[in-house]
């Protein structure tokens, strides 16, 4: 797999208009994430686009419900024949186990993805908003060994614990971490970032870059150099 293989870029815009306009714009990326703010817009009709241009697809919905609910949405978003499907893995075992069986007899099953912690909050959310006593590192972990234990594929992690994640939870684990900027990027509302060649020589499978690249004034520049970056 190329680097440019490895570099997720999200359709954070709210109008089909908008995401088609960015398509066009960088029809060199192969991997695109739509997320709830275009999904809850468009529907499929967004995922129908990207197939058509044949490109890759991580429908980044961070399912969180009752266990029946979970099933019945990992079933139903299985028929959209994404690559990559996200739900917290909060939700609770029962929940990771539903998700799991819902997609086994699938045509094309997404590789589920559990959200072990947004990557917006930090140690001290965890501890003070939260109420959770681990440390950050240990309940990331914690989170993705409940997903793994379950059946799931793989889990979102923050670049700074991708390493102990690949550690322990092993090579086959897919491991996708947003909060990436490159050297010369702003981190804006992300807590936990790294760069992308930090990230990959960490253990990450697949990297998540957003704005740094789309709300650049050249965003085919910024692809560009992004890649080249993580190549040198």
Not at 11 to 25: G, K, M, N, S
Not at 102 to 124: E, K, M
Not at 190 to 214: C, E, F, H, S, W
Request: with cysteine; aromatic share 6%.
């Amino acid at each position: 797999m190329s680097v440019a293989d490895q570099i997720i870029v999200p359709l954070d815009v709210p109008t089909e208009e908008a995401a088609i306009a960015l398509l066009d714009r960088l029809p060199q990326v192969s991997f695109w994430k739509v997320g709830l703010e275009l999904f809850v817009a468009t529907g499929p009709t967004i995922l129908k686009h990207l197939k058509e241009r044949k490109k890759k697809i991580f429908l980044d919905l961070k399912f969180h419900d009752i266990p029946n609910t979970v099933m019945g949405a990992c079933r139903s978003a299985s028929r959209y024949e994404v690559d990559l499907l996200t739900l917290h893995a909060t939700a609770g075992k029962n929940a990771l186990k539903a998700a799991r069986e819902a997609i086994a007899h699938s045509a094309s099953p997404p590789q589920l993805l559990a959200i072990t912690l947004l990557t917006s909050l930090n140690a001290r959310d965890l501890a003070f908003d939260l109420k959770i006593p681990l440390e950050l590192p240990e309940y990331a972990l914690q989170m993705a060994l409940l997903a793994k234990d379950c059946g799931i594929n793989g889990a979102v992690c923050s670049p700074q614990e991708v390493a102990q994640l690949r550690a322990v939870c092993g090579k086959d684990f897919v491991l996708v971490c947003p909060g990436v900027r490159p050297s010369w990027g702003q981190t804006g509302d992300q807590q936990r970032v790294m760069t992308p060649k930090q990230a990959l020589d960490a253990g990450a499978n697949y990297l998540v870059i957003g704005r740094p690249i789309t709300m650049s004034d050249d965003p085919v520049m910024a692809w560009n150099r992004i890649v080249d970056e993580v190549s040198s």
